[in-house]
């Protein structure tokens, strides 16, 4: 059984550009929440995706967009890249958009602007 | 506001000395607790979800418990390889989306 996949693993940007991460979510989830994790904290919450639309939304600019697809897979794009946005980017997959079931992670994308 | 804070921030033990890790948490109606373990570099591995007060789960050397404040991560005569940061998170209210703690740092050495 498949887990959750991300890609890529890595990636360098430079400030101003834009950059698209990926996410397949785990076998029977429908439901994906983007996550962001700078060094030393814990995961902060982007957003989430739930039939193909965004379901709630954390305290992130607009620069900060996503995309689900009918497979469930979704992407998140990032727009005129600033320093901070360096961080881990964490996709969590789950069942059901309202539901108390876990979230399971991906490996996460490394994203570094210089 | 829900909040999430998670103590100590790092905890160094010997193998073999038992100890706990510590998450007290305000949201406005719990709908999950929930514990991950997370290697450098990684993203979080789930291990635990508690729902209500009293409640208890053990895996292997570690057992996780809930109060309405608080919960706890015992870990039983840990390994090198128990080595990792403990993230806490809760969900509440009406939302999906979780809160998590900064984690702890715990460092196993043989």
């Known amino acids: 059984d498949a887990g959750v996949t991300q890609s890529p693993t890595h990636l360098i940007k430079t400030r101003g550009q834009q950059v698209t991460l990926r996410c397949s979510p785990k076998s029977g989830h429908d439901t994906v929440s983007w996550y962001q994790q700078a060094l030393g904290q814990g995961p902060q919450f982007i957003f989430q995706?739930?039939?193909?639309?965004e379901r709630q939304r954390g305290n992130f600019p607009d620069r900060f967009s996503g995309h689900q697809f009918p497979n469930y897979s979704s992407e998140l794009n990032v727009n005129a890249l600033l320093l901070g946005d360096s961080a881990l980017y964490l996709c969590a997959s789950s069942w059901g958009a309202g539901s108390t079931y876990e979230q399971y992670f991906g490996p996460g994308t490394r994203l570094t602007v210089t | 506001e829900d909040q999430v804070t998670q103590s100590p921030e790092a905890l160094r033990l010997q193998e073999g000395e038992s100890s706990s890790l510590n998450c007290s948490y305000t949201?406005?109606?719990?709908?999950?607790l929930f514990w991950y373990r997370q290697d450098p570099g990684k993203g979080p591995e789930f291990l635990f979800t508690?729902?209500?007060a009293g409640e208890e789960k053990e895996k292997e050397r570690l057992k996780a418990t809930l109060t309405k404040k608080e919960s706890f991560l015992h870990i039983t005569a840990p390994k090198p390889e128990d080595s990792a940061t403990y993230l806490c998170?809760?969900?509440?209210?009406?939302?999906?989306?979780?809160?998590f703690g900064t984690g702890t740092l715990l460092a196993v050495q043989p």
């Open positions: 949201v406005s109606g719990l709908r999950g």
């Open positions: 995706y739930y039939e193909e639309e």
């Open positions: 998170a809760v969900r509440g209210g009406a939302t999906n989306k979780l809160i």
């Open positions: 508690l729902y209500s």
